[in-house]
């Protein structure tokens, strides 16, 4: 008899580099990598996420930071302690969910 995994399995969906402090995903879990050789980028949007969908991520260089912005003017991001976060060590990582209603990206417990 075979047993099917009990695991839920977000597999890496690549690696994103950000461009005008915004990404499009295309899965649940993505490396995300600063821009040039800024030593910290600014991350304000995640687009292309429907109503329910989860994202994981992680930066992907230790040498160059990943500021993820709390409810910026233009940005989607909100996290749970509505400040700032920076995505600096390879074990750091952001979880959220989308909200279609308010078109938010909300943080999900801190990891």
């Known amino acids: 008899m075979t047993q099917a995994s009990a695991f839920l399995n977000l597999q890496q969906s690549g690696t994103l580099v ?10 649940s879990r993505h490396r ?9 980028t600014d991350l304000e949007t995640v687009l292309g996420m429907n109503d ?11 040498a160059r930071d990943v500021k993820l912005r709390h409810n910026t003017t ?9 400040a700032d976060r920076t995505l600096g060590v390879l074990t750091d990582m952001f979880v959220g969910i989308y909200d279609g209603t308010t078109s938010k990206v909300s943080e999900w417990g801190k990891i």
């Not at 950000?18 to 899965?27: K, L, N, P």
């Not at 995300?32 to 910290?40: K, L």
């Not at 329910?52 to 230790?62: A, H, K």
């Open 18 to 27: 950000i461009g005008a402090a915004s990404i499009t995903v295309r899965g």
């Open 32 to 40: 995300v990598d600063g821009s040039g050789t800024a030593t910290q």
């Open 52 to 62: 329910g969908d989860f994202i994981m991520l992680q930066t992907t260089n230790v």
């Open 74 to 82: 233009n940005g989607n991001i909100m996290l749970s302690n509505n």
